[in-house]
């Protein structure tokens, strides 16, 4: 059943790489996986442990890093990696965080890049992923501004 949740994202290479410049994807950071969620009906296909709300579905126990307008997606579990690349998207809006997405063998998907600021103070890294109708979210803590 564990293998379940690397196969979705593996299977659906949801991951992107990073920009250069200064307003892209921050290098360096440890993004993990929190949910794996369907485009066509929304369900949750697979979640972090105490991200699932309740549901029953597969745990989700995957990292990332962004290097080098490259992205690297690691089951914790089995050490098993998968390699996509990302590209700013031609077509985005000035200062958009919107990239192409490529992984072999798969088709062309995007990435969505931002930071989430709570009441609270905090803040953290959230990129997006989407490929073939699924969409992985994963978040990285940042630094104090």
């Known amino acids: 059943m564990r293998r379940l949740p690397l196969l979705l994202a593996l299977a659906l290479c949801l991951l992107t790489g990073c920009s250069s410049d200064a307003g892209g994807i921050p290098e360096g950071l440890t993004w993990t996986a929190q949910v794996l969620q369907s485009q066509g ?5 697979a979640a972090a442990s105490g991200e699932d709300g309740g549901r029953a579905v597969p745990v989700l126990d995957i990292t990332a890093q962004v290097e080098q307008g490259k992205v690297i997606l690691t089951d914790r579990a089995s050490g098993e990696t998968c390699t996509g690349s990302l590209a700013p998207r031609a077509d985005a809006a000035p200062g958009s965080q919107i990239y192409t997405l490529r992984f072999p063998d798969r088709p062309e998907g995007h ?5 989430t600021e709570y009441a609270g103070g905090g803040r953290e890294a959230t990129l997006y992923l989407t490929v073939e109708q699924r ?7 940042l630094p104090e501004k």
Request: glycine share 12%; no cysteine.
């Open 135 to 141: 969409t992985l979210r994963l978040t990285a803590p």
């Open 111 to 115: 990435a969505v890049y931002g930071v």
């Open 41 to 45: 009906n929304g369900a949750i296909l």
